[in-house]
């Protein structure tokens, strides 16, 4: 299993970004998927994740509500929609896989891709 997450950038508080999680050929329809940031000085945390099985999704209390999980099969792809940013949510974002149903602890998820960074700044 490969992943590979893009779409970070600098964005004004209040604004939006996309981040995508590209993931080798049909990974999303056999593996739970989700996203974790790892803000500077601080232990990586869980932001939201989405069920194989029937794509239920799971978000932190910190960004439920403004932020989005999803999956396309067709293009293999995770994607996390943010809106509403705030400075907290400056982190490095990484995509995560594992068998199963989804679990909310990093320690469960078995494929990493590497972090994409989201500054949160004016």
């Known amino acids: 299993v490969q992943l590979q997450a893009s779409g970070g950038g600098l964005v004004q508080p209040g604004g939006s970004l996309r981040l995508s999680c590209a993931a080798s050929v049909r990974t999303i329809e056999r593996y739970s998927m989700a996203w974790f940031r790892q803000a500077p000085g601080k232990a990586r945390e869980f932001v939201a994740a989405?069920?194989?099985?029937?794509?239920?999704?799971y978000y932190a209390d910190s960004v439920r509500g403004r932020f989005t999980i999803s999956r396309d099969y067709a293009q293999n792809q995770v994607y996390l929609q943010m809106n509403s940013l705030k400075p907290e949510d400056t982190a490095v974002y990484s995509c995560?896989?594992?068998?199963?149903?989804?679990?909310?602890?990093?320690?469960?998820?078995?494929?990493w891709g590497q972090g994409t960074l989201v500054t949160v700044s004016s």
């Open positions: 995560a896989a594992k068998s199963g149903y989804v679990r909310t602890t990093e320690s469960a998820y078995d494929y």
């Open positions: 989405i069920d194989w099985s029937d794509g239920t999704t």
